[in-house]
């Protein structure tokens, strides 16, 4: 026999409220099938007793435990971290729970094992980071075993219910025409890795800037990266070589701007005197290394909180959420007018 806690149980609302126990359990479960009046009713009993709906018992009800996932194959740590803290955000003080599951978009097993995971964990929705959110047969899936998704990218994916993007390519094209006012006209970029959507949005806006000014760029200013500091080091150097040298480089993300500032003080470059860097992203790296990095904030951690809270909201809410955000410039002192 079970000992008894004393805290009030779905059999007391019921009895309490005069309706069943299966209305109980509609009006937690948020079914549709209830007037307003009994679902507000059951809802001020419940608060009045201070009953908390057993998260084990719901899960059974709705054929799914109260878990979000998270599903990634990104090479940037803080970039994951940052949507990770995003999603927890929206999720604090409820009744979810985030998993995190790291996948190998290259494997050709990769449909069946995300397949597999979401069966077995029951999620009651995922957020799919890019480059794995581009994959159409992934939300495809989703969508077929009836799992709630939502799509993370640098340009629009899906329906506005099942998305949230930002504004890459016009972001860019505003930070290198801040280069271009600068009165630089050799201008470097470093690119993101092969297969991203971010990459390739961010090397449209670069290009769509030096092209509104009439810039022609050659393929020696054009590096690539993997969006690692390492990539980024090696990237500069190629750049660095050069002759003439770039006077100023645009990197798409921060840590291999990061990388590329390193490079130049190795080679005793002053940034920004004789080599102006940009970056993407905001991370706390771009505020903390010398000079402070200018770069793209990209508003990752809100865009991870509406897609959380899309996920678990009911109905119309999904789509109250915002789905476009915009990244903007941010100005600090790693930009100055070219010497020569």
């Given at each position: 026999m079970m000992r008894k806690t004393g805290l009030p149980t779905i059999n007391d609302v019921a009895r309490i409220a005069g309706v069943s126990k299966k209305t109980v359990s509609r009006v937690i479960n948020r079914s549709p099938l209830l007037s307003d009046d009994t679902r507000k009713h059951v809802e001020d009993v419940i608060s009045g007793l201070g009953y908390v709906p057993n998260p084990q018992a719901r899960a059974l009800a709705l054929?799914?435990?109260?878990?979000?996932?998270?599903?990634?194959?990104?090479?940037?740590?803080?970039?994951v971290m940052n949507v990770q803290q995003g999603i927890l955000e929206s999720l604090h003080g409820t009744e979810f729970e985030l998993v995190v599951r790291p996948i190998d978009r290259g494997s050709a097993t990769m449909l069946d094992d995300v397949r597999n995971f979401l069966e077995r964990q029951r999620l009651f929705g995922v957020v799919l980071l890019?480059?794995?959110?581009?994959?159409?047969?992934?939300?495809?899936?989703?969508?077929?075993?009836?799992?709630?998704?939502?799509?993370?990218?640098?340009?629009?994916?899906?329906?506005?219910?099942?998305?949230?993007?930002?504004?890459?390519c016009e972001a860019v094209t505003a930070a290198v025409d801040y280069l271009i006012e600068q009165g630089h006209r050799r201008i470097g970029l470093v690119l993101g890795p092969h297969g991203f959507r971010s990459a390739r949005e961010r090397r449209q806006g670069f290009e769509q800037a030096l092209s509104a000014a009439k810039i022609t760029l050659p393929r020696s200013m054009i590096a690539e990266g993997n969006y690692?500091?390492?990539?980024?080091?090696?990237?500069?150097?190629?750049?660095?070589?050069?002759?003439?040298?770039?006077?100023?480089?645009f990197a798409c993300n921060d840590e291999m701007a990061a990388g590329v500032l390193h490079a130049a003080r190795q080679r005793g470059i002053d940034v920004p005197r004789d080599l102006s860097i940009i970056g993407f992203d905001d991370t706390p790296i771009a505020a903390h290394i010398w000079p402070p990095l200018t770069t793209v904030r990209w508003p990752i951690i809100s865009m991870a909180r509406s897609a959380a809270l899309k996920l678990t909201a009911d109905g119309d809410e999904m789509v109250e959420e915002p789905s476009m955000f915009r990244s903007t410039l941010i100005r600090r002192g790693s930009v100055a007018p070219p010497r020569d």
């Open positions: 054929r799914r435990n109260f878990l979000i996932g998270l599903i990634h194959d990104n090479p940037n740590a803080q970039m890019p480059p794995v959110s581009e994959n159409d047969q992934l939300a495809k899936l989703c969508n077929d075993i009836g799992c709630r998704y939502v799509r993370m990218g640098s340009a629009e994916l899906d329906d506005s219910a099942h998305m949230v993007a930002s504004n890459d690692t500091f390492e990539s980024g080091v090696m990237a500069a150097d190629r750049l660095l070589d050069l002759m003439p040298r770039p006077s100023a480089i």
